[in-house]
Structure formats: structure tokens, C-alpha cells
Nanobody, 115 residues
Framework: QVQLVESGGDLVQPGGSLRLSCAASGEISSTAIMGWYRQAPGKERGFVAN???????VYTNSMQGRFTISRDNAKNTVYLQMNNLKSEDTGVYYC?????????WGQGTQVTVSS
């Protein structure tokens, strides 16, 4: 059974930066796609970015240029570097790992952008 543990969420001022991490325990496929989703207050969970094992990335348009996703395959860890944060980036950020018919979620980490 794969477990995902996120960390790095915090309260930050507008314009600030945060780096989220998500470590996957257990065996995951080498073809796994690792990604991040965000659930803003009162909204549904939405896609942020993902990365495949080869390093190819996909971003939501509004976040490209401010957010950077990366992964360390040896550590089964995915990162999300978030720069120039805005109040609308506030929400719970969830890590996701999927391959084949398997789809795993972390428990989420809270990011609050406020002055």
C-alpha cells in the first residue's frame, strides 16, 4: 500500500515563496505520474501540476511561471516550488500519485497566503 505524506505548507505573505514536498512510501511504479492538486476554500479540488518519471511536466496555465514541479525518483518524492504567491493560491494542497489503475492521495497540507 502506498502512502503519501505532504509537508511544507505554511502561512506566507503575498509575494512570498514556499516549497511543498510529498514523500511516497511503499513501492510505486517507475511509470508513475506524480502531481499536485489544490482545493481552495469553498471550491472543488483542482489540478495544479504533474510530472512523469522522465521529467516532463504539465501545469495549469495560471500557475505556470510561478510554480515549478520536480521529483526525485530515487526518493519517490515530488516537490512544488511556489514563488510570488498570491492570496488566491490559498488552499489545501494534495499530492497525487497514479499509475495503471492505481490512484493515491495524500492528506493535504495547508497553504495560506495573507498579509
Amino acid at each position: 500500500q502506498v502512502q503519501l505524506v505532504e509537508s511544507g505548507g505554511d502561512l506566507v505573505q503575498p509575494g512570498g515563496s514556499l516549497r511543498l514536498s510529498c514523500a511516497a512510501s511503499g513501492e510505486i511504479s517507475s511509470t508513475a505520474i506524480m502531481g499536485w492538486y489544490r482545493q481552495a476554500p469553498g471550491k472543488e479540488r483542482g489540478f495544479v501540476a504533474n510530472i512523469n518519471s522522465g521529467g516532463s511536466t504539465v501545469y495549469t496555465n495560471s500557475m505556470q511561471g510561478r510554480f515549478t514541479i520536480s521529483r526525485d525518483n530515487a526518493k519517490n518524492t515530488v516537490y512544488l516550488q511556489m514563488n510570488n504567491l498570491k492570496s488566491e493560491d490559498t488552499g489545501v494542497y494534495y499530492c497525487n500519485v497514479r499509475y495503471g489503475y492505481s490512484n493515491y492521495w495524500g492528506q493535504g497540507t495547508q497553504v495560506t497566503v495573507s498579509s
